[in-house]
Nanobody, 116 residues
Framework: QVQLVESGGGLVRAGRSLRLSCAAS????????MGWYRQAPGKQRELVAT???????TYADSVKGRFTISRDNAKNTVSLQMNSLKPEDTAIYYC??????????WGQGTQVTVSS
């Protein structure tokens, strides 16, 4: 069984930074894509950022220039550096891993709350 475990969430004031981390454990799986998604109260889950095994990244327009995704393929980890946080960034952030056979895995989520 594969588990993705997020860490690094918390409560911060607007304009500050947080760094989220996600580590895979259990059965060894090679992920083609790893990424971060978020879900705010009353809203659908949305893509925040993804990174392929080759290092190609994508970002939601709302976080471009503020968030940076990075991954360590050898360690099966992915991180999200979030700068200049805004109250609208408040959400539960989920880590997702997509394997080469389209098998996907999700973490349990970590809460990020940004106060104004």
């Amino acid at each position: 069984q594969v588990q993705l475990v997020e860490s690094g969430g918390g409560l911060v004031r607007a304009g500050r930074s947080l760094r989220l981390s996600c580590a895979a454990s259990g059965r060894i799986v090679s992920f083609n894509v790893m990424g971060w998604y978020r879900q705010a109260p009353g809203k659908q889950r949305e893509l925040v950022a993804t990174c392929t095994v080759g290092g190609t990244t994508t970002y939601a327009d709302s976080v471009k220039g503020r968030f940076t995704i990075s991954r360590d393929n050898a360690k099966n980890t992915v991180s999200l550096q979030m700068n200049s946080l805004k109250p609208e960034d408040t959400a539960i952030y989920y880590c997702r891993g997509l394997g080469w056979k389209d098998n996907e895995y999700w973490g349990q989520g970590t809460q990020v709350t940004v106060s104004s």
